[in-house]
């Protein structure tokens, strides 16, 4: 009987799973299912999706159930960022915002109006400068801050966070003589005549940050929250967060169980240290609520483009005998490698520069042996700049490529600079790497970048700024197209936290996570995608933003 009644439903254009839960139907939509677009879905009060079809055929299956009228909206599978940073995004809310400043005058500014709202004797923390956005396009100095601030202490982090920049109060905070011509693992203090200009460039961070003072449990919590807020707000329904210390996954985990987690959290251990430790000696970690999970560690190995600390396998164009640096030296790398296959770890590992990317591939590639082929999913964080020849090496190894679209349109101006013509052939190349067959996850990287997926949607389609420049798009042959985009956000990173059966795309069977959008975007057209609006974010069955919150409950 049960199989002629789905026979039955299948002719009336709906598919359905027998439930006896109370179950939820969202009717008069434009679904992108997975076989195809429909005009509703129906989940049951677990969470899990129990049709897909037409209004007609499940409003005829569930006439029970709790209705909502989505009025013709658009519903993708929910969209996942496959690489971000939450509490950093949450602090970045909190401190002050320097992304999108054209002047060392309007950063002081900026500073200014935040510094107001301080207790005297706090420190000053910002976020976002970039140089390359500057009319002189250096790197600033401690004094650019001192005439503002000469006795409150100033932390400024690059928009990328490979570089911080400090005043001079900072400076006199810090404990040991930073003259001379030495230099600490894995990072570069700027100097002039011998003495600290006042910024420093990845490993060199560490000196400064050993006097900063941390960010109290009262003050994560809260910038959590506000983090939380903030990506689901902007249609996601998922995250993977790159680089999450042991304490840090507690403050998760507290937030998980007291049902303050609005969106998945597949997490990554913050390097070789505490949090790879656990995992390795308790086992993988998952939250029985189903929303936060640990099995996978960010490793890294250079710095990043912008600061020139990407490792190139050649000089920078703009600043011969420099070719970068590697963060982690090559045998720490290994070590650590070796330490999470082992532990059945899933390995993440930061690579920009060409350099850095073959180094990863030499190390995945010796540590996996014969293990290569099978189903590993060991990522390349980034993967910006890539040797050509190395990119099927991706494809061999089994190796996803997970990389961020609108890192290209913020590097477009000035990368050809930075990397000369010919080394752009192997620059952002999304369209190499699916031709090489190579899994793509992609994500924003924020706070370096917007949280907005729709803008990693139009960058991966355009390769335009906001303005339509440049006309043509910037390298337009490594466009993806839209179809392939949406899946980098959706499938593509559920395949890359291993929950592809689960997430991903709309079926029967997958937990019913959606973004809900105003307008389709395979309709109004790539320029209309940055404008579109999230209409609801839907996680296990519940909308965590949007309209549609009294109905869905």
Partial sequence: MRTILAALLLALGGTQLAVAQKTTLLVNA???????????????????????????????QFADAQRIDAHGKTVLPGLIDAHGHVLGLGLSLLNADLRGTRSKTEIVARLRKQAAGLPADAWLIGRGWDQNDWPEKVFPSAADLDAAFPERPVYLSRVDGHAAWINTAALHRMARDLGGDW???????ERRDGKPTGVFVDGAMGLVDAVVPKPDA???RKAYTLAFASLVANGLT???????SQDDLQQLRALADAGELPLRIYTM?????????????????AHPGGRLQMRAVKLYVDGALGSRGAALNADYSDDPGNRGLFVTSPE????????AKGCGVQVATHAIGDRGNRLVLDTYADVLGDAAGSDHRWRVEHAQIVDPADIARFARLHVIASMQ????????????ARLGRERLAGAYAWRRFVEAGVPLALGSDFPVEQVSPLLGLYAAVTRQDLDGKPRSGWLPAQRLSLAEAVRGFTAGAAFAEFAESQLGNIAIGRKADFTVLSADPFVIGARGIPRDRIEATVVDGTVVFGGFAQAAR
């Fill in 30 to 60: 434009r679904v992108h299912a997975e076989n195809g677009m429909a005009e509703a879905v129906a989940w049951d009060a677990s969470g899990r999706i129990v049709g897909v079809g037409t209004t007609a055929a499940l409003s005829a």
């Fill in 183 to 189: 230099q600490p693992e894995g990072g570069r203090i």
């Fill in 218 to 220: 009262a003050l994560k």
């Fill in 238 to 244: 998922g995250v993977h967060d790159a680089g999450v």
């Fill in 269 to 285: 251990a913050d390097a070789n240290g505490a949090a790879l430790d656990a995992l390795c000696r308790d086992g993988l970690y």
């Fill in 332 to 339: 720490d790398f290994r070590r650590a490698v070796v330490k």
């Fill in 405 to 416: 679209p609108t890192h290209a349109t913020s590097d477009m101006p000035w990368a050809e």
